[in-house]
Nanobody, 115 residues
Framework: QVQLVESGGGLVQPGGSLRLSCAASGFILGRTAMGWYRQAPGKQRDLVAVVNNGGYTNYADSVKGRFTISRENIKPTVYLQMDSLKPEDTAVYYC?????????WGQGTQVTVSS
């Protein structure tokens, strides 16, 4: 059974920074892609950033240059460094792991950007 445990959300002022972490537990071998999605109230869940075993990354246009995704492979863990945060970044952020045909989600962590 794969589980994803997230941490690092909270309240921050515009222009501030936060770092999200997500650790995967369970028996995981082979190639995986790990990433972050977010969902604001009344909106769909959208991709923020993703990184695979080889370090290939992909970002939503709205966060390019401000967010940085990274990962550790031994115990799959993914991080999202969020800088220059804006009010429109406010959402619940969900960790995601894709492993073969399987997909797993974390419980979500709230990020609120407000003065």
């Amino acid at each position: 059974q794969v589980q994803l445990v997230e941490s690092g959300g909270g309240l921050v002022q515009p222009g501030g920074s936060l770092r999200l972490s997500c650790a995967a537990s369970g028996f995981i071998l082979g190639r995986t892609a790990m990433g972050w999605y977010r969902q604001a109230p009344g909106k769909q869940r959208d991709l923020v950033a993703v990184v695979n075993n080889g370090g290939y990354t992909n970002y939503a246009d709205s966060v390019k240059g401000r967010f940085t995704i990274s990962r550790e492979n031994i115990k799959p863990t993914v991080y999202l460094q969020m800088d220059s945060l804006k009010p429109e970044d406010t959402a619940v952020y969900y960790c995601n792991l894709k492993w073969g045909s399987e997909e797993y989600w974390g419980q979500g962590t709230q990020v609120t950007v407000s003065s």
